[in-house]
């Protein structure tokens, strides 16, 4: 009976051992915090929580940057109301800055003004056209986040409507 235990227990340490491949890494407290509250405005990407949206979705966001509108009605078959809002707002988050960096705002403000309007109208519609009310999301990364979009699309478009 050991002679058949040693073989089996030979065989059990080798297959065991291929699952060594997770390695866990130590996060300050600091970089957690920073990675949890990263945004568009901030970092220049997708918050996790869009990202996550796009991937539900089965979407790419380069797709999405180039043709919003069909990512607009893909996503919002495949996520809740507030995520798909709050998604787009992201998603056209990426092309407003792209057109309101300074040179092209001078260059192009019609185009920095339409995309400004259009992020500001995807965020309007999460934050006041969903069935939550913003008191009931008062504590929620996701409206931080879509509020301080808000914000910036009406500051370039105001800025762009003044080069016109």
Avoid at 2 to 28: D, F, M, R, S, T
């Amino acid at each position: 009976m050991p002679l058949l235990l040693i073989p089996l227990a030979l065989l059990a340490l080798v297959l065991l051992n291929g699952c060594a491949v997770v390695a866990v890494k130590e996060k300050g407290a600091v970089d957690a915090e920073f990675a949890r509250r990263a945004d568009v405005l901030g970092t220049g990407r997708l918050s996790a929580d869009a990202s996550a949206n796009l991937d539900i979705a089965g979407l790419l966001l380069e797709n999405c940057q180039r043709e919003p509108e069909p990512c607009a009605a893909v996503l919002r078959e495949a996520v809740s109301q507030e995520a798909w809002l709050a998604t787009m707002a992201e998603v056209r988050a990426l092309r407003m800055l792209a057109t309101s960096e300074d040179g092209a705002l001078r260059t192009a403000p019609e185009l920095a003004a339409h995309e400004a309007i259009d992020v500001a109208r995807w965020a309007y519609a999460y934050l006041f056209m969903t069935k939550r009310t913003p008191e009931q999301r008062v504590f929620e990364l996701r409206q931080e986040r879509v509020l301080r979009l808000y914000n910036r699309a009406v500051e370039v478009a105001a800025q762009a409507l003044y080069e016109v």
